[in-house]
């Protein structure tokens, strides 16, 4: 099938059958077992894994199998199989992504909301869509554009699951639980990563690893007059700045740890170099800074560097503090904040972890009672690339998008990659995404660009085609 005929076949699917699901799926609030600890009582992930696996089935794909598959006291996964033919029948490409979801998050702009799908011309606005409803229709039908080209394919795996915005801690489970179905994989393929621009096909090298945890501070049992204990009773936010001040550098952001602290490859550098020079400011201009807020760096490369092969510290909640409007002169109890820092794709993290729990509780100051809770997984650094994998991806991208195919690492994690990496460590990884500039997954306004994603479903059959020829 030529380039035309087959972005023809894709689009038609996307406009007729992916983005109106999509839509329904959008209104789910299935938020990850992290934030929803109700889940099973709720039942909004059940609906949204009935709505997916219902559209899975549906699909005209000869030999298509798909399966819900839910073992006691674990989230579901949606498992879909495709029977192999040619030359590679016996291999296995594996499909991955999720469908679980992040939080509603404020700042939302008027007219949009996470649970109310909105379209405005190539972008559908809505929690999950681009993060990461659309994989498992767009893995299916770019099956659906081999079967009707007629041309062979390896043994194609597709599992879905529900637990990779809370850490995957149910995947390991099931990818051991399901070990003899799975078999090897000699090609994996996730749809859950980001891209540079909306130009061109985007692959990912690397992935931070993560560290997450709360840091409690507490300095009383209960809460007293700030004019009778201010200057006596040490402030638990006070505190909880100069345990902060042991891991960051308060005027750059410097991770001073050096369990947190790893090399950048030459090759990922070079990479950096290349992808800069398509980007340009864009890589840090397209963040909504407030008023006159610079970001760390302008040196374009620097940035790229930065959000994929640095350590970062980011406060993302907090607890013991009482709104703005109704704090009264109190001298709180107790602080506690959530952290999460991100670990560089080739650290340690339960290395990294331990190091800084350690920093943060040893010697209190004041003696204060300091805790702080936390787990870990670890980045990802891609293997290299095989000659034909460099080839297909380059003709995919000029094929469906008209321009080069580049690389760089994403700062955001994806635990399944790592926990792959090491189990099949012959694989060749196709790791790509729709979330570019603007898109803003996990935060207010997310949207799906649905051109990307139609580009990227005909790119992933090219590549699945180009794996059974190689």
């Not at 947190?260 to 170099?273: D, L, N, T, V, Y």
């Not at 760096?297 to 109704?326: F, H, K, M, Y």
């Not at 650094?381 to 321009?403: C, I, N, T, V, Y």
Request: net charge negative; hydrophobic share 40%; with cysteine.
């Amino acid at each position: 099938m030529g380039a035309a005929a087959s972005l023809e076949f894709v689009g038609s699917v996307w406009d007729e059958t992916i983005v109106p699901t999509l839509t329904e799926y959008i209104r789910i609030p299935n938020k990850s077992p992290a934030f929803d600890p109700e889940w099973r009582a709720h039942g909004h992930m059940q609906r949204a894994v009935a709505l997916i696996a219902d559209w899975c089935r549906r699909q005209p794909i000869e030999g298509l199998k798909v399966e819900v598959i839910e073992h006691e006291n674990r989230t579901p996964v949606i498992w879909a199989e495709v029977p192999g033919s040619g030359p590679r029948a016996g291999e296995t490409v594996l499909l991955y992504g999720h469908l679980d979801k992040q939080p509603e998050m404020t700042g939302w702009a008027q007219g949009l909301g996470p649970w109310e799908p909105v379209r405005r011309g190539d972008r559908l606005y809505g929690r999950g869509g681009a993060d990461d409803g659309y994989a498992a229709f767009a893995s299916l039908t770019a099956i659906a554009a081999l079967k009707k080209a007629q041309l062979p394919h390896a043994r194609i795996v597709m599992l879905i699951e529900a637990t990779e915005e809370s850490g995957s801690p149910d995947l390991p489970y099931y990818v051991q639980a399901l070990a003899g179905r799975l078999g090897s994989s000699s090609l994996v393929v996730c749809l859950d990563s980001g891209c540079g621009n909306y130009e061109q096909l985007w692959c990912t090298t690397s992935l931070r690893g993560i560290i997450t945890g709360t840091l409690t501070v507490r300095v009383l049992t209960e809460g007293v007059h700030s004019g009778d204990a201010g200057g006596i009773v040490p402030s638990s936010f006070r505190i909880a700045r100069q345990l902060l001040s042991r891991i960051e550098a308060v005027d750059t952001g410097e991770i001073l740890l050096p369990a947190f602290q790893g090399e950048i490859p030459s090759a990922r550098r070079a990479q950096a170099k290349v992808a800069a020079g398509a980007l340009g400011p864009g890589i840090w201009r397209k963040f909504p800074f407030a008023g006159s807020t610079q970001p760390s760096t302008q040196d374009d490369v620097e940035a790229i560097l930065a959000r994929t092969w640095r350590p970062a510290l980011a406060v993302t909640g907090a607890s013991g503090l009482p709104p703005a409007e109704n704090a009264g002169n109190v001298l709180r109890p107790f602080t506690a904040l959530q952290l999460a820092l991100r670990v560089p794709p080739r650290v340690d993290a339960a290395t990294a972890l331990r190091a800084l729990k350690e920093a943060l509780e040893a010697s209190p100051p004041h003696g204060a009672q300091v805790t702080f809770e936390g787990e870990g997984a670890n980045g990802w650094d891609a293997p290299a690339l095989a000659p034909w994998l460099e080839a297909a991806l380059e003709q995919a991208s000029q094929r469906h998008f008209g321009k080069p195919a580049l690389a760089m690492g994403e700062g955001g994690s994806i635990p399944f990659m790592g926990m792959l990496g090491q189990r099949f460590p012959e694989a060749q990884f196709m790791i790509t995404g729709v979330l570019g500039p603007e898109s803003n997954a996990h935060g207010p306004n997310e949207f799906l660009h649905i051109p990307t994603g139609k580009r990227l479903t005909a790119c992933v059959a090219d590549v699945i085609a180009a794996h059974a020829a190689r």
